[in-house]
């Protein structure tokens, strides 16, 4: 074989190889492929593997298979009972016909930047029919679902489908966020004023209360205690009178010692007059004085 052979068979082995290197692309589990020729797509590969073009005519492009995320702006929202929310919300999607999706955007970026288009426009579609509390409620679960299936309805014609629509969240504006707090805490003072007046009220009505039943306390204690005292009192006249009775001379007997025991007490002179009745039984034994002569 001379050198020319050679030259020829390894030339042509170089423009082979070279044809088959611009001939055959891969595409990856995570992607898929769209081939074009000027700018016309002639196939859509959606499978992972191994794959051939036409070189220098045909080129690739590669378009993500995954879920993609797309965020929006916190955006104002005006429910239907006129109150002001800001809605921050993201939906998550991914590419099902990438011809469609590559006629219609042909990037993530405009994709996305539709995406949030459809999401914001919904977004206050729903919400604008729903009171503020309905958007904090249970509900929510509801309306992320209704949003998910309009903006899908939109994003159709770009090839893509919408998972999932999600509400970070829902609250009041800065300004009135505020003013709803100096609201609930004047609510709250007020409710705290009423409890405070209800308290002293009630404890205003059991002191009275107790008041009114000490007082019937100590009249009941009061009226037993002059009854008992009058009951004892009476007991012992009764017994004074029963002891008199029973011998008069030894009561006025021992009534007389125990007026000289008092009398005589705190003291150790006594003035009285020598036939003062007083004596009488320092005269005699039985308190009789004798008769004069």
Do not use: C, W
Request: hydrophobic letters at 45%; aromatic letters at 8%.
């Amino acid at each position: 074989m001379n050198t020319n052979t050679v030259i020829a068979a390894l030339g042509s082995a170089a423009i082979v190889g070279i044809l088959l290197t611009a001939s055959a692309f891969s595409v990856t589990p995570t992607h898929q492929a769209l081939v074009l020729q000027f700018g016309e797509a002639k196939r859509v590969i959606t499978e992972p593997g191994l794959n051939f073009k036409v070189p220098f005519v045909q080129n690739v492009i590669y378009i993500d298979k995954r879920v993609l995320d797309a965020d929006t702006a916190a955006e104002e929202v005006i429910a239907a009972d006129q109150k002001r929310l800001v809605v921050d919300a993201f939906a998550r999607f991914r590419i099902v016909d990438p011809l469609k999706y590559y006629q219609t955007v042909g990037s993530e970026v405009l994709a996305r930047s539709r995406l949030q288009t459809y999401l914001n426009s919904s977004l206050r579609r729903v919400l604008g029919a729903q009171s503020f509390f309905a958007v904090l409620s249970g509900e929510r679960a509801n309306l992320m679902h209704q949003i998910r299936e309009l903006v899908n309805q939109e994003a159709k014609v770009l090839g893509i489908e919408v998972i999932d629509v999600r509400i970070r969240r829902a609250d009041l504006p800065e300004a009135n966020s505020q003013a709803v707090y100096r609201r609930m805490q004047t609510e709250r003072e007020r409710e705290a004023r009423e409890a405070r007046a209800q308290g002293a009220e009630a404890a205003q009505r059991i002191r009275s209360r107790a008041d009114r039943e000490v007082t019937v306390l100590l009249a009941e204690a009061r009226r037993d205690a002059d009854i008992l005292r009058g009951t004892g009192d009476a007991e012992r006249a009764r017994i004074f009178a029963d002891a008199y009775n029973r011998d008069p001379s030894f009561y006025a007997f021992s009534r007389s010692m125990i007026a000289y025991e008092r009398a005589i007490k705190n003291t150790d002179q006594l003035v009285l007059s020598p036939d003062s009745d007083f004596f009488r039984y320092f005269v005699s034994q039985d308190g009789t004085r004798p008769s004069k002569r």
